[in-house]
């Protein structure tokens, strides 16, 4: 037993996460009753992320921005700008695709309980007051924009404390980070779990009703993960992209498809920064914005449905309400919280742009539950794993002006 269990360390985390995956399969079509208690452990995993993740980005920020030495370059400009492009991108492919490939909705209830938000100033006004929001307040709710907020300033209320406080800070950074290292190794065990409740709960016929929607969803994202955005990264590296592209989606991606959580998948990313060799200075801040304005998925989402409500209703639209559509789709992607179905709850305002009804845009959002267990798996995959990949990319081009050499350690 001591022999296999070296031997099951000995793997990547990678290639245990397909086992668990594999078995979770197995066990949910052949036995979906009997092992109805492998659901627990999806659940005390997803669990464990979400409370550990607060406190990491808390103390991280706080640490990195109380340590940094005047003079040192963060690359968070062309990180937030990469982030920005990205979304804005993945919302015009979207738009694009739905113009070639028109997809019209069997609308159904499904979302009567929950309350979208009125406007793009409603998401605005609700993201400002989540910057001043209480801290202990924002750890406990998980308020990303809160946390940043309050790590920011005490970060550098701290610039100028004794080094002994700093280095205290630093050792509360550290116990946290090996904290998340000890859930991560948890991984294959909490994706069984999940991938068994997914399947043996929702099944696949629910899907088939709405095949071609997710298609045209799953597609879009597709086409941004493996084409716009190596093609990003490109241009700021000049190297081919896609060793670093592949290797985020597999070890970022895999995760976050299953957890359906950038806030959660917050700790992997982490690491995944660290194997890369990042500037920890950097990526403890970018990630955690990231997870919060990094919504290539969620912009994706957001344009593909609406177009389908417009097409459903037979409203016409031109090239130029297609436009403003990318850029609202964008900035709605933006303010989506990092929680599953997040995205979900903006489709109503972007259909306000056509004067879609909201009762209408509301069983619209009903279809998105319908098809969110692969389209909101896919959208936090990709969402989740470009936060690593435009903060890589991001630095690798600063390593590119410098001279020096750009390798992805396996």
Known sequence: MKNLMNKWN??????RIIVGLIIGIILAITIPEQAKSVIILGSLFVGALKAVAPILVFFLVM???????????????????????????????????SFMFPVSLKLAAGAENVTPP???????????????????????????IGILSWAVLLGFALRNAA??????????????????????????LGIMGLVFESIATNGIKTLLSYGQLLVVLI????????????????????????????????????????????AANIPVNMSLCEKLGLDKDTYSVSIPLGATINMAGAAVTISVLTLAAVNTL????????????????????????????GSLLLIPLACSLFGIPNDVAM??????????VLQDSCETALNSSTDVLFTAAAEFAKWRKEGKEITINE
């Open 314 to 341: 037979g409203i016409q639209v031109d090239i130029a309400t297609a436009l403003i559509l990318s850029v609202l789709s964008a900035v709605c992607a933006c303010g989506a919280s990092g929680v599953a179905g």
């Open 163 to 188: 080094d002994s406080t700093k280095t205290m800070i630093s050792n509360f950074s550290d116990a946290v980070s090996k904290v998340v290292r000890w859930v991560i190794n948890f991984a294959p």
């Open 219 to 262: 597609g879009c994202m597709f086409f941004v993960a493996l084409v716009i955005n190596p093609i990003i990264v490109f241009l700021n590296i000049r190297k081919n992209p896609f060793p670093l592209v592949l290797k985020c989606l597999k070890e970022s991606g895999i995760t976050a498809f299953f957890t359906r959580s950038s």
């Open 118 to 144: 009125g406007g793009v100033v409603e998401v605005l006004k609700a993201l400002l007051m989540n910057i001043v929001d209480n801290p202990v307040k924002a750890l406990y709710n998980a308020n990303y």
């Open 63 to 97: 640490s990195a921005i109380s340590q940094h030495k005047s003079g040192h370059e963060t690359n968070m400009k062309s990180i937030i700008v990469l982030y920005l492009v990205g979304t804005f991108l993945a919302g015009l492919i979207a738009v694009v695709a």
């Open 10 to 15: 000995q793997m990547s985390l990678v290639k």
């Open 363 to 372: 069983k619209v959002v009903g279809v998105g539950f319908i098809v969110g």
